[in-house]
């Protein structure tokens, strides 16, 4: 089982190139999501989608588009690269976690991948 | 503003100690509060889930505490090993049934 896979690991990019971080999950997971993180900081979400053909901004998702074709796939485009965008890339997927009035069905638990570092000169 | 708020600053113990971790947050009221461990150059791995009507969750050697009236959960790691040490990351749902995640605590566990 592979899990969450992202490539690539690491990615140096010049001010104004473009470029796409691909993420594919084998688990049939219908949630799946990009965060970012920066040195001490926590996870910030950038977008996320809850099944194919849906997606919708997290916390920052300026200067990022995201594509949902598949149940597998999940990859996140930058366009116009910006020093500000250098960061550790997480993907993660996860079951939706069902709420009710009895209380959560399933732990709802992401499962990350690797990450991938973005270097912005 | 909502915050989640870990100790930035690392957390040191020797080995075979309880070492004890912390989660505060304010203006939000979580359903559930979830905890990871994160090592250096890994991507984050769940460890437990606690919902907003426990009160504690037992996991091997982990223990969270989770109080909605403090606003806090803590989480315990006893007779802690050098293999423990990591940072560790608290998240919680937010309106949107999202996760937010802390800064993160990292644990120094010396032989």
């Known amino acids: 089982n592979a899990g969450v896979t992202q490539t690539p690991k690491f990615r140096i990019l010049k001010i104004g190139q473009s470029m796409t971080l691909q993420c594919a999950q084998d688990m049939n997971h219908n949630y799946m999501y990009w965060y970012r993180q920066d040195p001490g900081m926590g996870l910030k979400l950038i977008y996320y989608?809850?099944?194919?053909?849906?997606?919708d901004k997290g916390e920052v998702p300026n200067g990022y588009n995201v594509s949902r074709s598949t149940t597998e796939d999940f990859p996140l485009r930058l366009e116009l690269a910006a020093p500000s965008q250098t960061s550790v890339y997480f993907c993660?997927?996860?079951?939706?976690?069902?709420?009710?009035?009895?209380?959560?069905?399933?732990?709802?638990?992401?499962?990350f991948g690797e990450g991938s570092r973005l270097t912005v000169l | 503003s909502q915050k989640i708020e870990q100790n930035s600053e690392a957390l040191n113990i020797q080995e075979g100690k309880t070492a004890t971790l912390t989660c505060n947050y304010t203006n939000y009221s979580p359903a559930y509060l979830q905890w990871y461990r994160q090592d250096p150059g890994r991507g984050p791995v769940f460890l437990l889930l606690?919902?907003?009507?426990?009160k504690e969750k037992r996991k091997e050697r982990l223990k969270v505490t989770f109080d909605t009236t403090l606003k806090q959960s803590l989480f315990h790691i006893t007779a802690s090993q050098p293999a423990d040490s990591a940072t560790y990351l608290c998240?919680?749902?937010?309106?949107?049934?999202?996760?937010?995640f802390g800064g993160g605590t990292r644990l120094m566990v010396k032989p």
């Open positions: 606690i919902r907003e009507n426990e």
């Open positions: 989608s809850v099944g194919a053909g849906i997606t």
């Open positions: 993660a997927s996860s079951y939706s976690i069902t709420l009710s009035l009895a209380g959560v069905y399933n732990t709802g638990e992401l499962f």
């Open positions: 998240a919680l749902n937010n309106a949107g049934n999202m996760l937010t």
